[in-house]
């Protein structure tokens, strides 16, 4: 299974971006994609997770700002993202496991693509 992230830049205070995560093979494994960010000098948090289209999930820091999308005959999910802030500052990864992993907050992910680097700053 490969992952691939894309869609970050840089971006003002308040504006907004969409990223966008690719997952190619076999599935069997998998039900969920997580999108999670690591901010310089941090640890990587998670951010958001979404396995139908009616189950998501989304760290408290993004609820009502974010929001997550999935569009299984591409295999692409996508994060839209608004309001952003320098917090949001990040290597922003996707992610592919279980929904209990992220329900139950262990994130133990099975695969993992390469980040994408979103910078917010005026």
């Known amino acids: 299974v490969q992952l691939q992230a894309s869609g970050g830049g840089l971006v003002q205070p308040g504006g907004s971006l969409t990223l966008s995560c690719v997952h190619s093979g076999s599935t069997y494994d998998f039900n969920a994609i997580g999108w999670f960010r690591q901010a310089p000098g941090k640890e990587r948090e998670f951010v958001s997770g979404?396995?139908?289209?009616?189950?998501?999930y989304y760290t408290d820091s993004v609820k009502g700002r974010f929001a997550t999308s999935r569009d299984n005959g591409k295999n692409t999910v996508s994060l839209q993202m608004s309001g952003l802030g320098p917090e949001d500052t990040a290597v922003y990864y996707c992610?592919?496991?279980?929904?209990?992993?992220?329900?139950?907050?262990?994130?133990?992910?099975?695969?993992w693509g390469k980040g994408t680097l979103v910078t917010v700053s005026s």
């Open positions: 979404i396995w139908t289209p009616t189950s998501t």
């Open positions: 992610a592919a496991g279980s929904p209990h992993s992220i329900v139950a907050r262990t994130y133990r992910m099975n695969y």
